[in-house]
């Protein structure tokens, strides 16, 4: 079965520059959430979007910026880059409104390191 | 949102049964109460998830309290595969698309 695809796996990036993590969620969901987990913490919610739309906000600094489009696929852009951003990043999704309680699958994740 | 407390880590010998507890007194009448389990450098998996009455899947049972304050998950038969950190999760459906709030987990060692 298809999963949740993130891109790129992995990214090194200078203090002050600027990344770009891609989305793509499982077929037919809707709804695609952001998670960062730093070195030895518990994944924290970052942001979600349900049919393009921001629904969730969680501790997304604000040189952070998201969006979901038209294909439902999704990007987080991240600025002015520090040191602490060296995390891995997932990205999750799930279809609103099936029985199941729209069960979240999460993908791989993408390691971000600022050096 | 309501909180969960677990044990923060746990060990098990292979091929044994597993029970990891959950406390979550402060659950509302709309929380379900999921497990999802992470393994090293990967993405938190789905494990089971329930409401009031214990559900069984391929993966594990989920044993609910009778009044809710509590769950249990039960994996039948360890395996070196199950070795991960297990969050129980209180997730509300209604307002927002119920994000998953990771608090701290359970790290499951298990013994060959």
């Known amino acids: 079965a298809a999963g949740v695809i993130q891109s790129p796996r992995h990214l090194i990036k200078e203090k002050r520059e600027t990344a770009t993590l891609k989305c793509y969620p499982i077929?037919?969901?809707?709804?695609v959430y952001w998670y960062q987990q730093g070195p030895g913490q518990d994944p924290q919610f970052l942001i979600s979007?349900?049919?393009?739309?921001?629904?969730d906000k969680g501790s997304i600094p604000d040189r952070f910026s998201a969006q979901q489009f038209s294909d439902y696929h999704s990007e987080l852009n991240m600025s002015s880059l520090e040191l602490g951003d060296s995390a891995l990043y997932f990205c999750?999704?799930?279809?609103?409104?099936?029985?199941?309680?729209?069960?979240?699958?999460f993908g791989e994740g993408s390691w971000l390191t600022v050096v | 949102d309501a909180k969960t407390t677990q044990p923060n880590s746990m060990e098990s010998n292979e091929e044994e049964p597993v029970h990891l507890p959950c406390n979550h007194s402060?659950?509302?009448?709309?929380?379900?109460i999921h497990w999802y389990r992470q393994l090293p450098s990967q993405g938190p998996e789905y494990v089971i998830h329930?409401?009031?009455s214990n559900v069984n899947n391929r993966m594990a049972s989920l044993a609910i309290a009778e009044d809710r304050k509590s769950s249990t998950l039960i994996l039948h038969r360890a395996t070196l595969r199950d070795a991960a950190v297990y969050y129980c999760?209180?997730?509300?459906?209604?307002?927002?698309?119920?994000?998953?709030?990771f608090g701290k987990g359970t790290k499951l060692s298990v013994k060959p």
């Open positions: 999750a999704s799930s279809r609103t409104g099936v029985y199941s309680g729209n069960t979240i699958y």
């Open positions: 077929p037919r969901h809707d709804t």
């Open positions: 979007f349900y049919e393009k739309m921001q629904s």
């Open positions: 402060t659950i509302s009448g709309t929380d379900y």
């Open positions: 329930g409401l009031t």
């Open positions: 999760i209180l997730r509300n459906y209604g307002g927002s698309q119920g994000n998953l709030i």
